[in-house]
């Protein structure tokens, strides 16, 4: 059975019901969010400034690949407890991103590539100065925000399946989703440093 697989790790197989209802919970509150937050912006509270956490998003996405990439090198050697802990190390990280990505966007307005006065909109000038570069931010920034949102769950049931002590599942799933997070992961920081310039 995968169950009797690495003894070292601790197996939680009567969880996996209520563990997957949460898993499916937390990624549609997710989705919601990030959808409200396009919509709808908070006041932030005075004397507040939120404009550091563009670059803590960042620092935690590259944090994020750095314990992901940890992880792949200690599962092909055979050391599963540290292998566990790397992507546990990488799930939290991605856990406080989410929460400083949610309170950025949800009080702060979209910045644009190209807008150099900051005013929320692209004039001639600004978009022709960036007509080169902007089409590859754009397909860096999609394909992050796209992978990221649909990543989600399935990062969580790759965990889930470990937790379970389902090892065979875990490594089917691991080989698609890893490779996936990673570049979420590394495509965070590349985002921010294009748009770093065009922050107020």
Not at 59 to 69: E, K, S
């Amino acid at each position: 059975m995968q169950t009797e697989r690495f003894p070292q790790l601790k197996k939680y197989p009567d969880k996996e019901r209520g563990l997957k209802i949460l898993i499916w919970v937390v990624s549609v509150v997710v989705i919601l969010l990030v959808g409200a937050m396009r919509q709808y912006k908070l006041p932030v509270p005075e004397g507040w400034d939120v404009g550091f956490l563009p670059g803590v998003n960042a620092l935690l996405n590259g944090l994020t690949a750095v314990a992901l990439i940890f992880s792949l090198v200690f599962i092909k050697q055979g050391k599963v407890v540290q292998h566990r802990n790397a992507n546990g190390v990488a799930l939290g990280l991605s856990v406080m991103f989410l929460l400083c990505y949610v309170v950025y966007h949800f009080t702060t307005p979209e910045v644009i590539f190209g807008d150099v006065d900051h005013n929320g909109i692209l004039s001639e000038a600004e978009t022709a100065a960036v007509a080169g570069i902007r089409p590859w931010y754009l397909l860096i920034l999609f394909s992050h925000i796209g992978l990221a949102g649909i990543l989600l769950p399935f990062i969580l049931l790759t965990t889930l399946r470990a937790l379970v002590g389902k090892y065979t599942l875990h490594r089917k799933m691991a080989k698609i989703v890893w490779p996936l997070w990673l570049y979420v992961a590394i495509t965070g920081p590349v985002v921010f440093l294009m748009l770093r310039s065009y922050y107020p």
